[in-house]
Structure formats: C-alpha cells, structure tokens
C-alpha cells in the first residue's frame, strides 16, 4: 500500500499531461482550419489516439480513486461483514475482467498489430504502440483491486477486539 499513492500521483499526472496533449492538439486542428485555411493533417488522428489513452488511463486512474460508476442500492442495506464480502467480490469480478479483456484481448490486439506491421496513415507509428494502453491500463486496474481488497480485509483485523484467552 506505500506504493499505492506514488502509483496514483503518476496515473494522474499521466492523464493530466495527455489530457493537456489533447486540448492543445485540438485548438491546433481548430486554429489551422479556420485561421490558416489548411487543416493540420496528424491532429485528427492523434486526437483520437490521445482520447483512448485518456479513457483507458482515466478509468484506471478512477478505479484506484474508487471513483467508478457504483449502483450502492444493495451495499446500504448489508452489515459490515457482508460489505467486505461483496466488496471483494466486486474487485475480484473487476480482476477478472482486466485480465481476459485488457490484459488477455489487448496483448493479442497489440501482437497481431506489430506482427502485421499496421502503421497510422497520417503520424506514421505503428498503431500497436497505440493499443500497449489495454493491457497497460489492465496491469493498473488489477493493481488496484489487489490492494483494495487488502485494505479491505487489513481494516477488518483492525476492528477486531482482542480476544485473549487465560
């Protein structure tokens, strides 16, 4: 859990920069269109290469920050004990999911690019470069659903009494 904050300063500088890529990318298609007449022929394709790393970064970035799209309907209504479990399950679930589709589909994703050598057509970079962010973000979302769950389970032993027995 120490490296838990250093983890979570980089994602968010991370999606801070790109996000800062993305707008002044934009505002030069924008300028380059309207005010020199010819549009920049890279920013589109960039933009939308930055906006998927912005997406799949952020979700991580969220997912550590515990800032996801929850639905608490049920979790109000259980005890302590049952929180954890489900909360648990729900990272447990989350894991799973990283590990098949990000990590499991992105790695294939990225290895069928390289290997058929798919290069951009306006920046000119392999567009296997782009796709390294699913199983990227997938490392970081696996990351921290390990250590929310033991958070979960340290606070439980936390808030146990002391039973010693004479």
Do not use: C
């Not at 380059?32 to 960039?46: A, K, M, N, Q, V």
């Not at 992105?106 to 782009?130: D, E």
């Not at 979302?141 to 390990?146: E, G, H, K, R, T």
């Amino acid at each position: 859990m120490k490296y838990r904050k250093n983890v979570d300063k980089f994602l968010g500088w991370l999606v801070t920069i790109l996000m800062g890529i993305l707008v002044v990318n934009v505002l030069w298609q924008v300028a380059s269109r309207f005010i020199i007449g010819h549009p920049s022929s890279f920013t589109d394709e960039l933009a939308g290469f930055l906006l998927i790393w912005v997406g799949l970064m952020g979700a991580a970035y969220a997912t550590g920050q515990k800032q996801h799209l929850a639905i608490d309907l049920l979790s109000a209504k259980l005890s302590e004990k049952n929180k954890k479990i489900q909360s648990t399950l729900i990272d447990f679930l989350i894991m799973v999911f990283a590990l098949i589709i990000l990590i499991g589909g992105g790695s294939n994703l990225v290895y069928i690019t390289f290997h058929l050598k798919q290069i951009s057509p306006a920046l000119q970079i392999p567009v296997a470069y782009v796709y390294t962010v699913l199983p990227l973000s997938g490392l970081f979302i696996i990351y921290y659903a390990i250590t929310d769950i033991m958070i979960t389970w340290h606070k439980q032993k936390e808030n146990q009494p002391n039973n010693i027995a004479s």
